[in-house]
């Protein structure tokens, strides 16, 4: 008989099953023989434990199993089922099975769809196997029952109670077991009944079965049932918490989109439209009308068909429609008008800037070329280089306006990750452009005046190169396609004119430093910064101070005071500090009522600035021997510097002291190996080179002093203290000194030349190379000094050493004879 067979007897299911419970009732269990044991067929189970006194279906394929619940069905006897070690053994032997076993009575076989067949069987008695008697073709077994006590001590009652308040439990959170189960285990007295009940009911791995069916106490079964049921409990808990929250977000989720349709049939009925879509439709109007480039266009209608197919509550939603923004809000093609009249340009940089002739001149060629050529799109790159101060950033502004551009700026000092220039991709959360990118938006043009500040200290660490992002931003070869790592957009860029500054070249990559256009900003020589003050810092400090009509002064002499005794720098920053200092005072005075000068002298300065700061270096007041004026080149402008030369009884070692760097060593090693080779003709003794030390020394040793142009400087004070002859005074001197005695072009010319005249020289010796340079001189300044061109060092000790000596030349202890040696023993 097969299945539907079977069921086609009964009127349903549940009548059919209870028919085939109530056969499995009716089947006796085995009689005992005078040992206590029974002989039965056996049933193997591969991933099944059964629990006596349970009924569970089991499910047969093996043609033994087959054979043996055939054969005990139709004796109306009892098998014993046996658990098998490994699931997954087709014919197991005797020592594959568990030693326990339970007796089960069989029901009838019923075929299955797959091929297989089933029966409903119902635990008896535990068993032990004590021996096999048959192997084929079924498996006979010799087994002794295991007896169970009935009733329970206060202990094992304890562990009843324990465990049926866990499983009661286990019930109101695992769906998949019936209610039923928990009044059926209640009404259990049996101890040993009640674990295998519970471990039949609850999902318990198939090793934890095996390990609860050979454990013949019941004590014992039910303090791990007591365990393995707090465990499940706490995975049941844990599940249905995971599942109300789930549930609750899936709810309001839920609501929300029924909210949202409710709202868009009321929208619908006013007429209103869907605010969600209203917005979508906008955008797309937007990028209609934008004109954006191609590429562009197609990307931002890419990404609003996503938005238009997402849920306004979607997480990307604000991500895609921040980028869409950015897209929309870039002047793609937006471009101011260029002003290019040179004449107005020229006055727009005069009027704003004096001096810096040579960034002038390049920006008035650029518009010009322009003015001829309009449809030139090759934008200069310039990189403005010099100390603080000096004007970089401000005459950005005015090339700005000369040219009737916008103007923006970017500091990249400190700057040190290169998404800082290309942006972060939109994959990380928050990303955005970099600084390149918002700062066009910013400006709003396509063509603004873009200005990089301290490009000299970008920094770099595990986070990348921003120097190397900047590649591509300043060649003209390669930003008309700018790309950003958050647009992943070409963005052009050639019309954008990009001006840099720096105070060093120095810490300028070279590939980078290869696309700029460097021009220097030199610092501002006395007589600049006096005419500077005049036009623009007093003017701007008095109408700060709110004293404009006072008519306030400043003396040309008390301007050169506060330059010279109260600020050290190339560029105006601390003196117009200065010139506010003093304003403010005079707006004190005003505003408490006390007299107040309208004029200000030196003495005044002393008077509101207090007592002098810097202290110039002068010229020596007398010819001297071993002491020569050199010139030198500061950031904060020419400065003079005497060389002092002692001679000593010695071992011939040379040493030099003051701060000086390994260059200017060597050049007064090259100075003294000069001298040493032309000793006889300059009338020295060649021992005082062997037997007598030399000293150099360069004052203010505090601070560091560097370079080669003090070569000519060194050896004219070494000859000098080598000869006895003084050097004059009131010449200065520069250059680059040879083995030979050739002099070397250097540079910081102006500067220098400006020192020697506002220390009071009167005659400057420099490389004949240099002369060219004496043009940024001013011509007063040429006109007050004479300056000589020389070649070679012979010349120099000729215009700057006297020919007369004032001192006796050093001469070296005479070492006595061998007769001269006092006789240590007759003296004794």
Not at 34 to 60: K, N, Q, S, Y
Not at 361 to 377: G, N
Not at 563 to 579: F, M, P, Q
Request: one cysteine or more.
């Amino acid at each position: 008989m097969n299945q539907n067979d079977y069921f086609q007897e009964d009127d349903n299911f549940s009548t059919a099953l209870t028919q085939r419970t109530e056969e499995l009732y009716r089947v006796p269990n085995l009689p005992l023989d005078a040992d206590g044991c029974i002989e039965a067929l056996v049933l193997p189970l591969r991933d099944l434990v059964i629990f006596p006194h349970m009924v569970t279906p089991v499910f047969v394929a093996r043609e033994s199993s087959l054979l043996a619940i055939q054969e005990a069905h139709d004796s109306d006897r009892t098998v014993i089922g046996l658990t098998q070690r490994d699931p997954d053994l087709e014919e197991p032997g005797p020592e594959d099975f568990l030693a326990i076993g339970v007796e089960l009575a069989v029901g009838r076989l019923l075929a299955m769809p797959d091929g297989s067949s089933s029966a409903l069987v119902q635990g008896r008695r535990r068993v032990e196997i004590i021996e096999f008697t048959n192997l084929t073709p079924v498996i006979r077994v010799r087994a002794r029952v295991i007896a169970e006590p009935t009733t329970a001590d206060r202990t094992t009652q304890a562990l009843m109670r324990s465990a049926l308040d866990l499983f009661e439990r286990c019930v109101q959170l695992d769906r998949s077991i019936p209610e039923e189960a928990h009044l059926f285990a209640m009404n259990i007295s049996e101890p040993g009944w009640l674990a295998d009940m519970i471990a039949t009911a609850v999902s318990i791995n198939l090793n934890e079965r095996q390990t609860l069916l050979l454990m013949g106490e019941p004590r014992q079964r039910l303090q791990r049932i007591n365990q393995l049921l707090a465990q499940e409990v706490d995975v049941l808990e844990l599940e249905d918490e995971i599942h109300s929250r789930v549930q609750s977000e899936v709810d309001r989720s839920q609501r929300e989109f029924y909210l949202r349709e409710q709202m868009k049939a009321i929208q619908s009925e006013l007429g209103e439209g869907d605010v969600w879509t209203r917005d979508v439709i906008e955008l797309r109007q937007k990028v209609e009308k934008a004109g954006l480039p191609e590429q562009a266009r197609t990307t931002a209608f890419k990404e609003l068909e996503r938005l238009s197919q997402m849920p306004p509550m979607a997480p990307e939603v604000g991500i895609i429609r921040t980028y869409v923004d950015w897209i929309l809000e870039l002047p793609w093609t937006t471009a101011s008008p260029d002003n290019l009249d040179v004449k107005h340009a020229a006055r727009v940089l005069d009027r704003d800037h004096y001096g810096l002739k040579k960034a002038k001149e390049r920006i008035l060629e650029y518009i010009a070329v322009r003015s001829l050529k309009p449809k030139k799109e090759r934008q200069p790159i310039l990189c403005f280089v010099g100390p603080p101060g000096t004007g970089k950033t401000s005459l950005g502004r005015s090339i700005a306006d000369a040219l009737g551009r916008k103007f923006v700026r970017v500091s990249l000092g400190g700057v040190r990750d290169e998404a800082e220039i290309r942006g972060h991709r939109r994959t990380y959360i928050g990303a955005l452009p970099g600084r390149v990118i918002q700062t066009m938006k910013r400006a709003g043009t396509a063509n603004p005046l873009f200005m990089l500040d301290e490009i000299d200290k970008l920094g770099s660490d595990f986070r990348g190169d921003p120097s190397s992002a900047l590649l591509e931003v300043l060649d003209p070869e390669q930003n008309h396609a700018f790309s950003d790592h958050y647009l992943e957009l070409d963005f052009d860029l050639s019309k954008v004119m990009f001006i840099t500054t720096a105070n060093t070249l120095a810490t300028i990559p070279p590939a980078l430093l290869d696309r700029l256009e460097v021009i220097e900003f030199p610092g501002y020589i006395e007589e600049e910064k006096l005419i500077i003050s005049n036009r623009y810092l007093i003017p701007r400090q008095i109408e700060e101070a709110g004293i404009e009509d006072i008519g306030l002064r400043f003396t040309t002499q008390a301007l050169q005071r506060i330059a010279r005794e109260y600020t050290y720098e190339a560029g105006v920053r601390n003196l117009e500090r200065e010139i506010g200092r003093i304003c403010r005072k005079v707006a004190r005075w005003k505003a408490e009522g006390k007299r107040y000068p309208t004029s200000i002298t030196p003495v005044m300065v002393q008077k509101f600035l207090g007592p002098q700061q810097f202290f110039q270096s002068e010229a020596e007041r007398a010819d001297e021997v071993g002491v020569a004026t050199s010139l030198a080149w500061t950031e904060n402008g020419g400065e003079i510097m005497p060389v002092e030369v002692a001679i000593f009884d010695g071992k011939g070692g040379m040493q030099m002291t003051g701060q000086i760097g390994e260059i200017m060593q060597e050049s007064g090693q090259a100075a003294l190996t000069y001298i040493k080779s032309r000793a006889a003709i300059l009338g020295i003794d060649f021992e005082i080179f062997e037997r007598m030390d030399i000293h150099v020394h360069m004052p203010e040793g505090a601070i560091p002093k560097d370079g080669p142009s003090a070569g000519i400087t060194l050896a004219t004070a070494l000859i000098s203290a080598l000869t006895g002859r003084p050097v004059f005074k009131e010449i200065g001197m520069t250059g680059e000194i040879t083995l030979r005695g050739r002099i070397l072009p250097i540079g910081g010319v102006r500067e220098k030349v400006l020192a020697a005249h506002r220390a009071g020289l009167k005659v400057v010796l420099l490389p004949e190379k240099n002369m060219k340079d004496l043009v940024d001189v001013p011509k007063r300044v040429r006109e007050d000094m004479k300056v000589i061109p020389v070649q070679h060092t012979d010349q120099v000790i000729e215009l700057a050493i006297a020919p007369e000596v004032m001192v006796d030349p050093p001469r070296p202890r005479r070492r006595p004879g061998p007769e001269e040696q006092p006789d240590l023993d007759d003296e004794e």
